[in-house]
């Protein structure tokens, strides 16, 4: 194994703002792996909305400068002392924490897996924090079962694709949204039993048609502001609408008593709350791992953008041109 140098290139922001403020560095310090850490050389970085909530100010840095990204795939290269959940220098591993967007980051063992020898390099970064947040949303945030009627909004991103695959295995009836007929096909791939095009269709509407007028008991809402109220439109009677995410804006704060009507149930669950122990991250990643290995979960990657593109990527995110997972590669 090649000599880890002393200084990388990584992505910093020192200011809140549009993607102008990504600043693509190449002589920022190897961070030194503390107790309980591993350093590792990232060969693909996972690009998520929550990063473009730090870039923009929706969600507080923790101090700046600051390096964005939550999720890597690459190789240990260093560790610390104490607990390392079995990890060792030269094993092949993803990781979800802070400061991804780099070609070395060190970050807690305890967020950090080894990745199965069978998944081709990059399946790993383009599934870990997306799909492990499907599997909370399905499991925990709404228990789904068989049968039931549930609405996915973007179900043509990254996030809605695994959701659709996911909940075609329970057996659930899974009505997406997407804007164009190369979306509305890419979710019916996925498992999608009817797909909406929001461009041009009366969504509630046609929720109503499918479901005989009772609207769907568990609706994921990734979207947030532009859909929230359609979203408690769609919702049935004693079901659950769980916004996970806020691509189009946070939602504006909520009357408790618009829920009365149908005793709706509304939540606003993060991935970090679902799997604050290492059993509960362990035992998420196995199992998506076991959906991509045993199950041929689809794991679809837009693009591998280099890393010095970052403010590209951004751009193609937020502008809805996507459509599965985006990457970046640090050696570029």
């Known amino acids: 194994m090649a000599p880890t140098p002393s200084t990388m290139k990584a992505i910093l922001i020192d200011r809140t703002g549009g993607t102008e403020v990504l600043q693509h ?33 929706l969600y507080p840095a ?66 870990l924090l997306q799909g492990v947040t499907a599997l909370t949303l399905v499991r925990e945030a709404h228990h789904v079962n068989k049968g039931d009627w549930v609405l996915v909004h973007a179900a043509a991103g990254g996030t809605g694709q695994l959701l659709c695959q996911l909940l075609r295995t329970i057996g659930a009836n899974t009505i997406g949204t997407a804007s164009t007929p190369e979306k509305i096909e890419l979710a019916k791939q996925n ?55 806020n691509a189009s804006g946070a939602v504006p704060p909520v009357t408790i008593a618009r829920l009365a009507g149908k005793n709706v149930r509304l939540m606003r669950p993060t ?8 059993e509960e991250f362990e035992g998420y990643s196995e199992e998506l791992f076991q959906l991509i290995e045993k199950e041929g ?12 593109e970052v403010k590209r990527a951004h751009d193609d995110l937020e502008g809805r041109k996507t459509t599965g997972k985006l990457l970046l590669d640090p050696s570029k």
């Open 25 to 57: 560095k190449t002589d920022v310090p190897v961070p030194t792996p503390i107790d309980g850490h591993v350093l590792v050389k990232n060969d693909f970085i996972g690009v998520n909305f929550i990063d473009t909530y730090f870039r923009t100010g």
């Open 62 to 127: 923790p101090q700046f400068p600051y390096i964005l990204g939550r999720e890597a795939e690459g190789t240990v290269v260093a560790v610390g002392g104490g607990e390392l959940h079995g990890l060792s220098v030269g094993d092949r591993v993803v990781w979800m924490g802070e400061s991804a967007y780099a070609e070395y980051t060190a970050t807690p063992a305890a967020k950090v897996i080894k990745v199965p020898a069978s998944l081709k390099p990059g399946t790993a970064a383009a599934a």
């Open 191 to 245: 498992g999608a039993t009817h797909v909406i095009n929001y461009s041009h269709e009366d969504v509630k509407a046609r929720v109503m048609e499918l479901t005989g007028g009772q609207g769907c008991i568990a609706i994921f809402d990734g979207v947030g502001k532009s859909t929230f109220d359609l979203s408690l439109d769609c919702v049935a009677r004693k079901g659950s609408l769980i916004c996970f995410g």
């Open 271 to 278: 991935l970090t709350g679902y799997i604050v122990t290492r």
């Open 297 to 308: 979960f689809n794991v679809r990657v837009h693009e591998v953008y280099p890393l010095s």
